[in-house]
């Protein structure tokens, strides 16, 4: 995958998580089954997917899980910026 379309999958993962409102949203639900498609662009995500899933199953974790998915994400995009600076 090319790094403009990794930094705009990316870009589009990070906006979609961001717009989560909370747990019982359909739309969070739904976000948890597609999550499976982001694997190739974020490598780590089959290492902490199952506890990302955890957290966002219960309303005292949800944000945890949140705030984790949205980490991992910002991290992989400046990963990918800074792989762009050197070429």
Avoid: C
């Avoid at 990070?14 to 409102?21: E, M, N, P």
């Avoid at 662009?41 to 949140?66: C, F, M, R």
């Avoid at 998915?69 to 991290?75: A, F, I, S, T």
């Amino acid at each position: 995958m090319e790094n403009s379309d990794k930094l705009q999958t990316l870009d589009n993962l990070l906006l979609k998580v961001k717009q989560l409102r909370g747990y019982g949203d359909m739309n969070s639900f739904k976000f948890v089954n597609d999550l499976k498609d982001f694997e190739h662009v974020l490598p780590e995500l089959p290492i902490q997917y199952e506890h990302i899933i955890e957290d966002l199953a219960s309303p005292q974790t949800w944000n945890n899980g949140k705030k984790t998915l949205e980490k991992n994400v910002e991290h992989a995009i400046s990963a990918t910026h800074e792989n762009n600076s050197y070429k």
